[in-house]
Every structure is written in structure tokens, then in C-alpha cells.
């Protein structure tokens, strides 16, 4: 009896107790919480810049600014923020720890990231003939539909289908055909193509494309 008395005492106190450690966590975490607003600008010019990536780095929480620079968001006390924009060097932002209050605003400033391409010097052609010539016969790529319409070609099929194995799907494909026909004409003679003149007519094609050359 002693026993359990003791044990319901300690529970009469860690219930009594919750309330308040949960409330003490809640304003722990409450006053941990900053609202983060303010503006980016270049460094050159002070101008606002739109479409920078503010992120909280570690978290990948984040948001835009505005058409003149401006943004807001929810951090916590001791976030690295993370500014980056294209064309401008990326800069990160440490909310202070011992940040008294739940507000926090800065100016970020942006340094251009200046990239140096290779010189370039570009001549003129000595004549006007030479240069005709040379545009002549300068080597084009192909674009997409002309690669698409070289790879369509019917030459092209053709010694496709002659040097390319079947597939499966092909060669499943001809099987089942085979078989149906097989199966069609069973306990019947099958007709004579010799006959047919669409056969015929398929016949003076393939020999007129060379199917039947030794290869």
C-alpha cells in the first residue's frame, strides 16, 4: 500500500507539473521565432532586385523577392540565411542568437559576379568573291527535321530492313501471322498465288529494289 501511495503521488506531481513545462517550452520555442524582413539591392546602384532566392540554409524553406527587392519570412534565433541571384555573388546572413525580440530586418546588398569570356577578334573576308565562296560551301549541321527526314528516307528503310535484324515484336509478330494463316486454310488446300496479281505486283517491286541479289 505504501507503495503504490508513492507511486500515485508522483503521478499527482509529473501531471501537475506538465502544463507548465509544456508552456515553458512553447514560449522557449515562441521566443525563439523571428520574422525576417527587408530588402535586396545592388551594391553598384541601389537598385531593388527581383527574383532573389532567400533560403534558410540546412532547412531548403525559403522564398522570393518581390519586383522591387522586397521579402519576408519566418526564421529562428541563429539561422544562416542564404541570398543567391543570377549574375550577382551569393551571400549568407546569420540572424543573431541573443536577437532581443521577434523581429529582424536587414538591406542586402549584391556584388555583380563579373565573368570574363575569351577575346573574340573577328576578320572580314579580303574579297567579296572569296567570301561568296566560302559561304558557299560552308558546312551546315542538320537540323532536326532534316536529320528526321534523312532517317525517313526510303533507301534509307530499305537497307535498313535488309542489314537490321528482327526484333521480337517483329519476329513474334510474323509468327502469329504465319500460324493464322496456317490455321485459316486447315483441311483446305491454301490458294494459289501465282494468280494473283497483287502478289505479282509485289513481286516485280522487291525484284526491281534488288531483294533477291545475293548478298
Known sequence: MNVMKKILKQLVVLVAFMPFSAKAQFETFKDSVVQLYG?????????????????????????????QGVFSIVVLKGDEIEFTCVGFKDKITKIPPQLEGNQYSIIQLMVNDTAFLPAAIIKPRPTREQFERDFVSADVPDDNIEIARKNTDAATRRILMRSLPSDGKESVNMSLAKSAQKYYYTGQAPPM?????????????????GDYKKK
Open 193 to 209: 498465288n501465282i494468280f494473283n496479281p497483287m502478289a505479282w505486283g509485289e513481286f516485280i517491286r522487291s525484284w526491281k529494289r
Open 39 to 67: 530588402v535586396v539591392m545592388t551594391a553598384d546602384s541601389l537598385r531593388g532586385l527581383p527574383a532573389v532566392s532567400i533560403v534558410v540554409k540546412g532547412t531548403g524553406r525559403g522564398t522570393l523577392s518581390n519586383g
